[in-house]
C-alpha cells in the first residue's frame, strides 16, 4: 500500500521558515519523481517544486531562491525547506510521488500570518 505522509506545517510570521517532511512507504522511492503541490482557499491546485530521481530540482517562479527542495533516498523522504515565508504561501501543500502513476499525500497546511 503507497502511503505518503507530510509533516512540518504549521502557522508562521511572514519572513519566518519551515521545513515540510513527506515520508513514503509503499513505492520504489529512489525511481520516482518527488515534488510538492499546494493549494489555496478558492485557487487551484498548483506546483511548487518537484525533484527527479536524479536529484535534479524545478521550481515554481514564487518558490526560486526561497524554497529548496531535496530528497534522502535512504528515509524514503522528500523535503521542502521554505525561508522567506510570506502571506500569498499560505496553502495546503501536498507531497506527490510520480512513477507511470501518480500518487499523494493528504496534506500539510502552512499559514504565513502575523
Known amino acids: 500500500q503507497v502511503q505518503l505522509v507530510e509533516s512540518g506545517g504549521g502557522l508562521v510570521q511572514p519572513g519566518g521558515s519551515l521545513r515540510l517532511s513527506c515520508a513514503t512507504s509503499?513505492?520504489?522511492?529512489?525511481?520516482?519523481?518527488m515534488g510538492w503541490y499546494r493549494q489555496a482557499p478558492g485557487k487551484q491546485r498548483e506546483l511548487v517544486a518537484r525533484i527527479s530521481s536524479g536529484g535534479s530540482p524545478t521550481y515554481a517562479e514564487s518558490a526560486k531562491g526561497r524554497f529548496t527542495i531535496s530528497r534522502d533516498n535512504a528515509k524514503y523522504t522528500v523535503y521542502l525547506q521554505m525561508n522567506s515565508l510570506k502571506p500569498e504561501d499560505t496553502a495546503v501543500y501536498y507531497c506527490?510521488?510520480?512513477?507511470?502513476?501518480?500518487?499523494w499525500g493528504q496534506g500539510t497546511q502552512v499559514t504565513v500570518s502575523s
Open positions: 509503499g513505492i520504489i522511492f529512489s525511481i520516482n519523481t
Open positions: 506527490y510521488a510520480r512513477y507511470l502513476r501518480d500518487s
